[in-house]
């Protein structure tokens, strides 16, 4: 009926989820806790990450050497990007820290490094920020003068919450187990499951589904190498750890 609350638009799940590659009774899953502001594709081999907190880091440079004009960043703590305000070209680390602080908060970053351009320059995410998962900022060249402006943002450390789920990526990770579905969190590690688009809009949980036995095909799994196989206790069943079938008991 035209004009009811039956016209509202419904959220349904939007994204991608892993399955095991045969009826397989004995696949066991467990529910994980994850870092904020993270975007992870079904499949992919995450574990438990230390005990202990680790905060953000990324190392920002100014290359191209500028010789004059003004800079900003843009950082993404919650979901909302905050830019600073304009920086010159040369803007010493102190300076750097106070356009941050200015739109962060004092006692949530620092920034050390020598007065640029083209000198690195090393930004901690601490206090309210203190071990979350920043995305990398950016920053806007287009006012600076002089030679060919440009920016590297290596993301030098994610920052990782105590206890939470991270990606896998060759590090030393304890009950390492294979995401469900597709996810997107945020600052305050809520869970959404699906794509970006079902953000803020869908359900929160706490919790994403992941597995840690069962048998799939290595093709629909994203990380997974032959240092997680051994750490899973896995075993081929055919082929290899990019195009094959898995055991991990």
Do not use: W
């Not at 467990?30 to 907190?53: E, H, K, R, Y």
């Not at 880091?57 to 003004?70: I, K, R, Y």
């Not at 994610?158 to 789920?165: D, R």
């Amino acid at each position: 009926m035209p004009g009811s609350a039956l016209d509202a638009v419904v959220n349904r799940f939007t994204g991608k989820r892993l399955v095991t590659c045969y009826p397989c009774p004995n696949a066991r899953k467990i529910n994980a806790n994850f870092g904020p502001n993270l975007t992870i594709a079904s499949g992919t081999v995450v574990g438990q990450a230390a005990s202990v907190s680790v905060n953000d880091v990324q190392t920002m440079t100014l290359t191209g050497t500028p010789t004059g004009g003004t800079f900003t960043i843009t950082v993404t703590p919650y979901g909302n990007p905050l830019t600073t305000a304009a920086l010159a070209y040369n803007a010493t680390a102190a300076q750097i820290q106070a356009a941050l602080v200015a739109i962060l908060g004092t006692g949530n970053v620092t920034v050390t490094g020598t007065t640029g351009p083209g000198t690195a320059q090393t930004i901690t995410f601490v206090g309210a920020l203190k071990a979350m998962t920043i995305p990398p900022m950016t920053v806007s060249v287009a006012a600076l003068t002089g030679g060919t402006p440009a920016y590297t943002m290596v993301h030098t450390t994610p920052g990782v919450s105590p206890n939470g789920y991270i990606v896998y990526a060759g590090t030393a990770l304890v009950g390492l187990g294979f995401l469900e579905y597709d996810i997107v969190t945020d600052a305050a590690g809520n869970v959404f499951l699906g794509s970006q688009a079902s953000m803020p809009h869908g359900e929160s949980q706490t919790y994403a589904p992941v597995y840690i036995s069962g048998d799939f095909d290595t093709r629909d799994l994203t990380g997974f190498d032959a240092t997680a196989l051994a750490a899973m206790f896995g075993n081929l069943l055919n082929g290899t750890v990019t195009a094959g079938v898995v055991h991990i008991p």
